[in-house]
């Protein structure tokens, strides 16, 4: 493995991370490289490259933040999907597995090839003529004060039924547990293949999620009387206060590829997550609820620089 990628948060500090990461690549030489506009965050040693280069030329990303980060390292690749590390800098992290204390044995482990490969899908969409992608979500959102997303669901060709309502969001099986899980939608499997369209505070018309095939095409519309929406992707706003449009949606498997290192943990504490997400206590009391040995682990993180 010759070259790795570095997705950094866009606006946390990310200099204690990469300076682990540039002492490991400095034993081992290997060559790490960065978007050009993210070159002032890095050390000189880290080349620039053009954004759309950075997947081609590494043989690996390393995404340093939290699931929005690992997003877009995922879209950064989605056209030559490489492995992509998480190193986890944000809260939750459904995503990202590796902790900076552990980053050192991880990279060992990854140009060694002693690892899995996760393989997650995408949405593939044409927003009023233009391409995006979404691995969490594509979501119709009503600016505040403006009235409501109101639209059409088409699947096939055929018109199914209509929407009107604060949102709504379309979810690959990853995306289940976010935007979507938070409107009321389910929790899909992320070994299943499927599409969820989720209304949010629906008012009118279809007012539960609907799962769909992964074959099958999704168009929305909006409706003349629809309010001005945001288009978000994965939570990015791509289109802001649009009136008028279509969104044309297909799935797309095997889009992005992500590094894992013991899938069955990683599984079992996103199964934790998921559960505290439900429960109304503060960061202190769920401390308490956690099982002793992430509190140890949590309290030993803490404690300990990285090294």
């Not at 044995?105 to 979404?134: K, Q, Y």
């Not at 096939?156 to 604060?166: F, L, S």
């Not at 990015?236 to 590829?257: C, H, K, N, Q």
Request: charged share 25%.
């Amino acid at each position: 493995m010759a070259g790795l990628g570095l997705v950094l948060h866009p606006t946390r500090d990310v200099s204690e991370v990469v300076e682990i990461i540039e002492r490991w690549a400095s034993r081992h030489r290997k060559t790490l490289m960065v978007r050009a506009e993210d070159a002032h965050r890095v050390p000189r040693s880290v080349a620039p490259v053009p954004a759309d280069e950075v997947a081609t030329r590494a043989d690996a990303l390393i995404s340093i933040g939290g699931d929005g980060t690992m997003l877009g390292a995922l879209r950064l690749a989605v056209r030559d999907p490489k492995p992509v590390l998480g190193v986890h800098l944000g809260r939750l992290g459904f995503l990202v597995e590796v902790e900076p204390p552990h980053l050192p044995a991880a990279l060992d482990r990854l140009i060694s090839h002693d690892f899995t490969v996760e393989s997650h899908a995408c949405l593939a969409c044409d927003v009023c003529g233009d391409d995006v992608v979404a691995f969490n979500d594509i979501a119709l959102v009503r600016q505040p004060g403006s009235g409501f997303v109101t639209a059409t669901l088409a699947v096939d060709g055929q018109r199914y039924g209509y929407y009107r309502c604060d949102a709504l969001v379309v979810s690959t099986p990853t995306g289940s547990t976010a935007y979507s899980y938070a409107a009321g939608g389910p929790l899909v499997s992320p070994a299943a293949d499927a599409v969820v369209v989720t209304p949010s505070a629906p008012m009118a018309g279809i007012s539960r999620a609907v799962v769909l095939s992964p074959e099958e095409k999704i168009r929305l519309e909006l409706e003349p009387n629809s309010a001005a929406v945001a288009v978000e992707m994965d939570g990015l706003v791509f289109r802001d206060a649009a009136t008028e449009g279509t969104v044309d949606i297909s799935y797309r498997p095997a889009a992005g590829l992500v590094v894992r290192f013991d899938p069955q943990r990683h599984q079992e504490r996103n199964q934790l997550k998921l559960s505290l997400l439900d429960l109304p206590f503060l960061p202190d009391q769920l401390r308490e609820l956690l099982p002793e040995e992430l509190r140890r682990e949590r309290d030993q993180r803490e404690l300990e620089p990285p090294c």
